[in-house]
């Protein structure tokens, strides 16, 4: 595909990002606000599966990495698997990944950034999330770089809060390891569903590949901090489900705010306001994180002319995608400011699967000489999102579905328009 002038290597992203400020962007967009607030409904679907589900999320966002990581050291640039897909698939297929992509985690921006303004001010939600939009963005304007010294001090907080909910929940009296154990609640449905919400937890390994163009020696930087902040992600879940689990059990399912209800129960009421913080700053690495991802797709997409064009520009002091990120940060205000998207996660979580869907057929093509991941890799991540996806709940799929057609409807139309003129 021919490039236009902007496109050329004067608008290119500068690489500033080492192997530890990938790491931490990955944790960032990973140790958000899914592990404050996806516990509760997979739980409730779950039962005492949860745990079950958590693994089988943790499979298939294995396979996901691998795959998007070797994809990633193959084509280096801005936009993730939207570039895998038009490279390895297809201009459709890439297309339809990268609008996926962009308009389920704008919903999901919108998400995070009310659950920071529920946390931090809960009657004045909206503006307090608006706020936090507008701020983050010009975070984000004036350099990665600086958005990944921000991401280091979130990760750390989030970090140190989680620790605390473990050891509150784990030395506590109340703690019931026989709450642990798997009862004839299960089901496999319920577990697939856990799992495909538990999912929306782990996507944010794709930050990394989306950072493609603004990573030093991608080739071998991209791989190793999917998989470091990856490991680091399942270990801190799995200690997190281990202890809320044992404090709450079944209660777990009905829990508005899991992690604040486990260290209440625990008898540690006062690290409920720490949680609380934790959480709001959780959520703030989250949207963070997806600001900058959002956008470098967008980026990626507008260089196609899959959207406007003028989002292609890269700032020439500030190396970033200027004009993608003002606009993603005023999609997103808006929405936060006029709707409440935080039943976005189903919805989000089905366009993202149909994303890694794309990049594990992707990474199928790949050849020996290209360092392909071994056949089955691909293939259980391909069959685990197609799977996952179909068993969230129904308003999730048929929205997820209905966002998928009509871009597919706006992409025919352009083909059409351009073999007419």
Not at 218 to 242: H, N, W
Not at 309 to 314: G, I, K, R, T, Y
């Amino acid at each position: 595909m021919s490039r236009s002038p902007a496109d050329s290597s004067a608008a290119r992203l500068q690489r500033r990002l080492g192997l530890f400020d990938a790491v931490v962007v990955g944790l960032g967009s990973m140790i958000g606000a899914g592990i404050f607030a996806a516990l509760a409904p997979a739980a409730a679907a779950a039962g005492s599966g949860l745990l079950i589900g958590l693994a089988v999320a943790a499979v298939v966002a294995y396979c996901n990495a691998t795959s998007s990581a070797r994809l990633a050291a193959r084509y280096p640039s801005s936009g993730g698997t939207y570039v895998y897909g038009r490279e390895r698939l297809g201009a459709f297929w890439g297309y339809l990944a990268g609008w996926g992509f962009v308009v389920g985690k704008t919903a999901s921006c919108a998400a995070m950034a009310l659950t920071v303004g529920s946390y931090l001010w809960p009657q004045q939600a909206h503006a307090v999330a608006v706020a936090a939009v507008v701020a983050l963005t010009a975070v984000n304007y004036a350099g990665v770089q600086k958005a990944a010294w921000l991401t280091r001090a979130i990760v750390a907080v989030v970090l140190a809060v989680l620790a605390a909910v473990v050891t509150a929940c784990l030395a506590s009296p109340t703690a019931d390891t026989g709450r642990l154990d798997i009862g004839g609640d299960v089901t496999a449905g319920g577990v697939l569903q856990a799992a495909g919400l538990l999912f929306f937890a782990f996507a944010g390994y794709a930050r990394i590949a989306t950072l493609g163009e603004e990573v030093r020696d991608p080739a071998r930087t991209i791989p190793r901090a999917i998989g470091v902040s990856l490991g680091i992600a399942l270990a801190v879940y799995a200690l997190v489900a281990v202890a809320v689990l044992a404090v709450l059990g079944e209660r777990l399912g009905t829990s508005v705010a899991p992690l604040v209800d486990a260290v209440r129960a625990a008898g540690w009421g006062v690290l409920a306001p720490v949680v609380r913080v934790g959480a709001a700053v959780a959520a703030l690495g989250s949207l963070l994180a997806l600001i900058l991802g959002v956008s470098r797709t967008a980026l990626a997409m507008a260089r196609d002319r899959h959207l406007p064009h003028a989002l292609a520009a890269v700032h020439p002091r500030f190396g970033v995608p200027h004009r993608a990120e003002i606009a993603v940060g005023a999609v997103v205000a808006t929405a936060a400011a006029v709707a409440d998207v935080r039943a976005a996660i189903g919805f989000s979580s089905f366009a993202v699967l149909v994303y890694y869907a794309v990049a594990n057929a992707s990474a199928w093509t790949l050849t020996v000489a290209e360092h392909r991941p071994p056949r089955v890799v691909p293939a259980v991540g391909l069959v685990g999102c197609l799977g996952l996806a179909v068993t969230l709940p129904v308003t999730s799929v048929i929205a997820g579905g209905g966002v998928l057609a009509v871009g597919a409807l706006l992409y025919g139309l352009r083909r059409s328009h351009s073999r007419s003129t």
